[in-house]
């Protein structure tokens, strides 16, 4: 009995040395496949959407592809609804998340972040007719479409809105436009982006949140090597000019403070 005993200690403790020799080598594991396998959406221009041609493109994917370059290896772009694509790195479907997930104290306490990369404000938007919602607070027992994890459905719900859940912006936006849902919080920067391409469709912001918000490319908890990994590509495409390259490309500004 001792001896089934002693051997059960010794399974546990070689389980827990493997657990976090697997939790501590995701930068390793990176470097040996030579692929940085990364979650994306897809459905979220300008950060990551396909162009006509079907292309995956985008200010993050351009971001991942150069974080990848930095690290020596080559993106792997995997896709998926918003509402799951964090808990993919649960599963190991990638190594990281880059898609606008914005960094908060919540996420913090199950995952890790790199530093910023890019910040941006929640706007209101609403039917360009619509004169009764005019702020948040207006949100009162409206119907606000939204990706249901995402921080804009945290803050519509906090406004009081009944959520009208979405798989992601171009879906809420339409929502709002064929009057199926009221509002749709969501990032300034999408929107500015979508009334450069549909400057006439009848939307408007009512209002923004003065505060902005960073995001920052989201792994596994306990990844110190591979979060200083990221963290210095982020600093060396900055300082070699290709961050701004991009962020002109998308934005026409630094979109990174």
């Known amino acids: 009995m001792k001896s089934v005993r002693l051997w059960a200690a010794v399974a546990a ?3 827990a040395f ?15 496949a030579g692929v940085l396998r990364i979650g994306t959406e897809g459905t979220y221009a300008p950060f990551t959407y396909h162009d006509e041609s079907g292309k995956l493109v985008g200010f993050d994917v351009e971001i991942g592809e150069a974080v990848a370059e930095k690290l020596g290896v ?9 509402d ?3 808990a993919g790195l649960d599963a190991n479907r990638y190594d990281t ?22 910040v941006s404000k929640a706007v209101l938007i609403v039917r360009a007719d619509d004169e009764d919602i005019k702020g948040f607070a207006d949100l009162k027992g409206k119907k606000s479409a939204q990706t249901l994890t995402s921080n804009f ?19 809420s936006i339409q929502l ?32 923004q949140k003065e505060d902005a918000d960073a995001s920052g490319i989201i792994v596994r908890k306990g990844q110190a090597e591979l979060v200083a990994a990221i963290d210095k590509a982020l600093d060396d495409i900055k300082a070699d ?10 934005f026409g500004q630094d979109v990174s403070k």
Do not use: C, M
């Not at 000019?241 to 998308?250: C, E, F």
């Open 18 to 32: 493997a657990g976090a020799a697997v939790a501590a080598d995701d930068l390793a594991a990176v470097k040996a």
């Open 241 to 250: 000019g290709t961050y701004q390259k991009i962020a002109d490309k998308y």
């Open 13 to 15: 403790v070689h389980l």
């Open 74 to 82: 080559k993106p792997e772009f995997i896709e998926g609804k918003w």
């Open 84 to 86: 799951g694509l964090i």
């Open 97 to 118: 998340v880059i898609n606008q997930v914005g960094i908060t104290d919540k996420r913090k306490e199950k995952y890790d972040f790199s530093k910023p990369y890019i």
């Open 153 to 171: 459905g945290a803050l519509a719900t906090e406004s009081g809105a009944e959520l009208v859940g979405t798989n992601g912006f171009d879906e």
């Open 176 to 207: 709002v436009l064929t009057r199926r849902a009221d509002a749709t919080i969501n990032d300034s920067l999408s929107f500015l982006d979508f009334k450069k391409h549909k400057p006439d469709a009848p939307l408007k912001i009512a209002a």
